[in-house]
């Protein structure tokens, strides 16, 4: 038997072939404690409708882990067109993403609620798996509030509102 070289894993490039993937925007929100958490997210995906179960991914240095993993418990937000200034703000530091401007407040179960969203989902983190640099949350929710209207979307790295049709 002889020894040889393992081949070289192929190099590949996830992040630029998903820059040419257009998203809808979301904010996902929890607490810690009494304290708001949340952050920008286009990984969020719709899994299963029987049982109703959604997506998302987070990254293991996000602000935001540690709260999701001890609330067990979230409320995504499907972004407004208009609504480009609140996903820069929850992707910015976490210690301006929740002014007292008017623009969220606390739901009856206690979870931060975004106002002016086309959609929200609410409820228990059904599962957490691990995905390399990430983690992925299982998402069973219970409130849905769904306004309408033209969602925002993430295309290479910028925001962008849909024409019309």
Request: include cysteine.
């Given at each position: ?43 969020v995906a719709s899994v299963s409708v029987a049982p109703p179960l959604l997506s998302f991914n987070v990254s293991r ?35 301006g993403r929740f002014p007292e401007d008017g623009s969220w407040g606390f739901d009856e179960s206690g979870l931060p ?53």
């Amino acid at each position: 038997m002889t020894c040889t070289d393992a081949p070289a894993a192929p190099v590949v490039d996830l992040a630029g072939a998903f820059r040419a993937v257009a998203s809808s925007a979301w904010v996902v929100t929890t607490r810690a404690g009494e304290r708001p958490v949340g952050f920008t997210a286009i990984s969020v995906a719709s899994v299963s409708v029987a049982p109703p179960l959604l997506s998302f991914n987070v990254s293991r240095t996000s602000s935001s882990l540690e709260a999701l993993l001890a609330e067990r418990r979230a409320a995504v937000h499907l972004l407004a067109a208009d609504q480009e200034q609140l996903a820069r703000r929850f992707a910015a530091p976490a210690a301006g993403r929740f002014p007292e401007d008017g623009s969220w407040g606390f739901d009856e179960s206690g979870l931060p609620e975004l106002r002016g969203v086309v959609a929200r989902l609410a409820g228990p983190v059904h599962a957490v798996v691990e995905a390399g640099d990430s983690l992925l949350l299982l998402v069973r929710p219970e409130v849905t509030a769904v306004a309408g209207g033209t969602p925002l979307v993430h295309h290479a790295r910028a925001y962008h509102r849909l024409a019309a049709a």
